[in-house]
Structures are given as C-alpha cells and as structure tokens.
T-cell receptor, first 113, second 117 residues
Framework: GDSVTQMEGPVTLSEEAFLTINCTYT??????LFWYVQYPGEGLQLLLK?????DKGSNKGFEATYRKETTSFHLEKGSVQVSDSAVYFC????????????FGSGTRLSIRP | DTGVSQDPRHKITKRGQNVTFRCDPI?????LYWYRQTLGQGPEFLTY????????KSRLLSDRFSAERPKGSFSTLEIQRTEQGDSAMYLC???????????????FGPGTRLLVL
C-alpha cells in the first residue's frame, strides 16, 4: 500500500543554518504531496503542497519539489529561525482516494538561538 | 476565526468506560475526517464523511468505535469499553467540496487527547 518514509529526528540546528528533511514515498499513480507542521501545543497546519511532478511548493521560506523519478519530496529552508522549532510531517494523498491522507512518522526540529 | 474545533481537549477515563468526542468542522466544508495519532507517530486515518454519509472506514476502526455525522455538520466519535491501547490524540479535519478551490487541503482541529487508565 501507499506509504511515506521521512527522516527520523530529532534534528537540532543552530539559527540561520540550512535545513533539509528527507521524505520519500511509495504510491500507485500520481499522489499529491504535502508537508504539515505541528507547533508546540497547536494543531496540524498545512505548510506546503505539490500536486504533480516537478511542482515546487513553498511557504514561509520552506520549499519542497515533487520528484517523481526519485519518489521524493524533501523539505528545505535556507536559514532557519527559533520559531521554526516544531514537528514536521510529510504526507501524501493518493489519486485514487478522495479521503485519507497518509502521514510519515514526523521529524522533530529544534533550533538553537 | 472559525476553524475546526474539538471538544473536549483532554479526557481521562478508566478502562471499560465509554467516551464520546465532538468535532465541529469549518462551516462551509462538507467533508469531515477522523484520525488517530499516537505518541511519536503521524496521524492515521480512521474514517471519512461526505455530508452525513460515512464513505470510508479504516480497519483501525474496530467494532468498539463508531462515528456519526447526523446532519452533515458536527460529528461525534464514540469509543465503547475503552482499552489502554486507545490512549492517543484523536484529530478531526475538514475540507471543502471537490469543485471548489483548495479541495486538496484538509484543515485540522487541535485534537482530543485521550488517556485510558
């Protein structure tokens, strides 16, 4: 079945460092891909998405490109801030399903001042 | 802000008791979803409603779980004869219809954290 595998955490970086969180997926057809973020004490929020191959999703300085050839959707940010400390979830919604989103296990990111 | 709301936010119960959670979706959204999230894991899909119709149920949703959305607005998730393994965060999400913009996005509520003693 469809699945998402993402980099295990926790990841600890210094402020202004470059961030990459790896994500790969297994799915039939052409899924839509997402990154969700969960800040401490808050609910899941959509960070960015891409719905077809080679699309780049971007938001708040974060970017991820839908790579079908490598079945990947890695999250990147050029310069992280303390406020980016959160848990990040890579996810997919398969083309054949109108409902469920399949999530990875999450990567906890901590940024040191 | 009229985002997805869930009630209660926290629930502690004893094993064997029944619990019920409520979800109020964003008012114009006709699709509603329930997920369960255990510690250190991503959310797992439980069930999905389009209006009042329950269209999909996960194998995770055992016979002790039942979800309803009687008028196509709010939804309830009931767990009967709770077990310690039911301890988790229960998340609700909603999304608009397919023929409107942003239909890919599911908007999540803050969750109900259940602890079964």
């Amino acid at each position: 079945g469809d699945s998402v595998t993402q980099m295990e955490g926790p990841v600890t970086l210094s402020e202004e460092a470059f961030l990459t969180i790896n994500c790969t997926y297994t799915a039939t057809g052409y899924p839509s891909l997402f990154w969700y973020v969960q800040y401490p004490g808050e609910g899941l929020q959509l960070l960015l998405k891409a719905t077809k191959a080679d699309d780049k999703g971007s938001n708040k300085g974060f970017e991820a490109t839908y790579r079908k050839e490598t079945t990947s959707f890695h999250l990147e940010k050029g310069s992280v801030q303390v406020s980016d400390s959160a848990v990040y979830f890579c996810a997919l919604r398969s083309y054949s399903s109108a409902s469920k989103i399949i999530f990875g296990s999450g990567t906890r990111l901590s940024i040191r001042p | 802000d009229t985002g997805v709301s869930q009630d209660p936010r926290h629930k502690i119960t004893k094993r064997g008791q029944n619990v019920t959670f409520r979800c109020d979706p964003i008012s114009e959204h006709n699709r509603l979803y329930w997920y369960r999230q255990t510690l250190g894991q991503g959310p797992e899909f439980l069930t999905y409603f389009q209006n009042e119709a329950q269209l999909e149920k996960s194998r995770l949703l055992s016979d002790r779980f039942s979800a309803e959305r009687p008028k196509g607005s709010f939804s309830t998730l009931e767990i009967q004869r709770t077990e310690q393994g039911d301890s988790a965060m229960y998340l609700c999400a909603s999304s608009p219809e397919w023929d409107r913009g942003d239909q890919e996005t599911q908007y999540f509520g803050p969750g109900t954290r259940l602890l079964v003693l």
